[in-house]
């Protein structure tokens, strides 16, 4: 009897610990999945009842030349930015590991980027870098280069976007270095002794060790890079333009929910971004049994 | 091989550091460095000031006069003004920009707030406390941070909207009184199971209650990672873009982030100078935090990985 009396206060204690989060978890979290799920089989604009559809809104999606522009635009934007965000990452933390006096102050420096990044003061001002008469342009024209306007070009503003999102690697870098400091200085002298050049170091020694890092660092940008939205939003004044180059999956989710009020359309579109961030990290996991060196 | 290496190959590295600064306290040896690389110097602060660059720009542009920054090359004002700063500031349709700092402080206080507490109860309880379904409720936890806030936000919206919540504070803080940013959950629980036990059991022979425990004993000693906490609950909510549009569409209610996009707006691109001022200015509290807080910012990072 007294066991039981003694559980049960153990566990109302801890559950009155955990209310808030509980409450936040149902009520944030849950209901509305469960919700956003049933508006998927629906049609929702918020001021009439849903209606049932069916699969209708996902069969419509991949008859919407706008969203699989979007999903187009998506996969080009992580697939080339996460790789070369966290080359660069690498790189620096590398030319940073050395015992170079000064770390602190450069790696602070290296991460103002991204402190700032996500802000929209840089989104404003990365729309005046690479306008007409921009800064960018500028620069290229002390080198006798005559550029365009790289916001306004269908071809080009994308890669304005991608060039914003590498240049914020402070976050990876971070990581990086602290995984460097794991890494025993005896290996590398073992190395040496052995004879192994600085480039076979890198390949044989600090590469494979730091492999579990890139896995992760990899992991969490590809996470946040599909949901990028603030610097697409506002160098695009909103819009995904120029000729929809810029329309990031979420800005299409956010004009299909918030502009034009097609809210079953939206939730099944949110449906179909969980289980691509899903699949994705999924395959990523799997592939990294090929390729992560795990220290025993 | 310099001499300051050779007693740490002879004593081993764990033995050789305090060794070394015994034998010599004044010059604090790193065992590998070599030579100064002034090559490696040159190149990483030539990078680090092209990374820069364009926002020291912005920031010497702000000062400028509005025809001189697109007209003159140089990089520093020829006519140092504060025009821009006071034309700014004036803001949108009446509202000045001190309105929207205002704002933007008022739910960033709220959020740190809502944060500390709410968070640091669920992980007081995942962290020293044994209860029914702990497992399956971490997992769960651990789960809601890999979720992209899209399948949430919708059905979030129409509710706060029934509520009658838009315009208001509410749905931009209320959510942080109820733990729903696990990863800040995630990193107490870090620290806490890092607090030696040997200090509960103590207090606990002394008839000390679970309540008073986290309040009297672990929220102390936890001060660093709430210090994290703070940090990244100010850098994420003062650079939040998304929410803040949704919920907020009173100008009287626009914090910096909407403020400055509406600016533009209005304002066209004609006024450059007014925009990177205020831009500028919106920076500021950021720089602020992380210039005292760094140490805490590159803890955080490496402790969870955080997006940036």
């Known amino acids: 009897m007294i066991a039981l009396k003694n559980a049960w206060r153990r566990n109302a204690v801890a559950y009155m610990f955990l209310t808030p989060w509980i409450v936040g978890l149902i009520g944030l979290s849950a209901i509305p999945m469960v919700a956003s799920l049933y508006f998927s089989f629906t049609n929702y604009d918020m001021f009439t009842d849903p209606q049932w559809v069916g699969l209708a809104n996902y069969a419509q999606m991949f008859q919407d030349q706008k969203w699989l522009n979007s999903v187009e635009v998506t996969f080009k934007y992580v697939f080339i930015s996460v790789p070369l965000q966290l080359t660069f990452a690498l790189c620096v933390a590398l030319a940073l590991s050395k015992g170079l006096k000064g770390l602190r ?116 940008q590809v996470i946040s890079a599909f949901q990028a939205f603030t610097p697409a939003f506002i160098i695009s004044g909103g819009s995904g333009g120029p000729l929809d180059s810029t329309l990031f999956y979420t800005l299409y989710l956010y004009q299909k929910a918030f502009t034009q009020f097609q809210m079953g359309y939206a939730s099944a579109m949110a449906w179909l971004l969980l289980a691509a961030i899903a699949i994705l990290t999924a395959l990523i996991f799997l592939s990294s049994k090929k390729w992560v060196h795990y220290q025993e | 091989m310099e001499p300051n290496k050779i007693p740490e190959e002879e004593v081993g590295p764990s033995v050789a550091k305090p060794l070394l600064k015994t034998l010599d306290p004044v010059k604090n040896h790193k065992p590998r460095v070599k030579k100064p690389r002034y090559l490696t110097h040159a190149l990483i602060i030539a990078i680090g000031l092209i990374m820069l660059y364009p926002l020291l720009w912005m920031v010497m542009s702000s000062f400028k006069e509005n025809t001189e920054i697109f007209q003159s090359g140089s990089f520093f004002p020829k006519n140092f003004t504060l025009e821009n700063y006071i034309q700014g500031w004036t803001g949108v349709s009446g ?93 107490m629980v870090q620290f806490m199971r890092s607090i030696p036990r040997e200090l509960e059991e103590a207090a606990q022979i002394d008839g000390c209650g679970k309540i008073r425990m986290y309040w009297q004993l672990i929220m102390p000693l936890s001060v660093p990672a709430l210090i994290t906490t703070m940090i990244f609950t100010f850098i994420w909510t003062w650079n939040d873009f998304f929410s803040q549009l949704l919920y907020l569409s009173n100008i009287k209610l626009y914090t910096v982030a909407v403020g400055l996009r509406m600016f533009v707006d209005s304002m066209g691109e004609s006024s450059w100078g007014a925009l990177f001022a205020m831009s500028a200015l919106s920076l500021i509290p950021l720089f602020v935090v992380f210039i005292f807080f760094q140490r805490y910012i590159i803890e955080g990072i490496t402790a969870g990985g955080v997006k940036g």
């Not at chain 1, 001002?125 to 005559?146: C, H, K, M, S």
Request: proline share 5%; hydrophobic share 55%.
């Open chain 1, 105 to 220: 102050f450069y790696r602070a420096i290296y991460y103002v980027p991204s402190l700032f990044g996500g802000s929209v003061a840089v989104a404003l001002l990365w729309r005046q870098l690479f306008g007409g008469d921009g800064l960018v342009n500028r620069g290229l024209a002390v080198f006798g280069i005559e550029g365009t306007n790289w916001i306004s070009q269908p071809d080009t503003a994308l890669y304005t976007l991608i060039i914003l999102a590498v240049w914020q690697f402070g976050a990876p870098m971070i990581i990086f270095l602290a995984g460097l400091k794991q890494i025993p200085i005896e290996l590398y002298e073992a190395a040496k002794i052995d004879g192994a050049g600085k480039f076979k170091q890198f390949f044989k020694i600090t590469l494979p060790l730091l492999t579990p890092i890139v896995l992760f660092n990899l992991v969490m």
């Open chain 2, 95 to 187: 509202v000045t920009f001190g309105r929207f700092f205002l704002n933007s402080g008022i739910i960033v206080t709220l959020c740190i707030i809502g944060n500390v507490f709410a968070c640091s109860m669920a992980a007081y309880a995942f962290a020293r406390l044994d209860f029914a379904f702990k497992k399956v409720l971490f997992m769960i936890m651990l789960i809601t941070l890999m979720l992209p806030f899209h399948v949430t936000v919708i059905p979030q919206y129409i509710m706060f909207n029934y509520l009658d919540w838009i315009n208001t504070f509410i749905p931009l803080t209320l959510p942080k009184f109820l733990a729903t940013e696990g990863f800040f959950i995630f990193l």
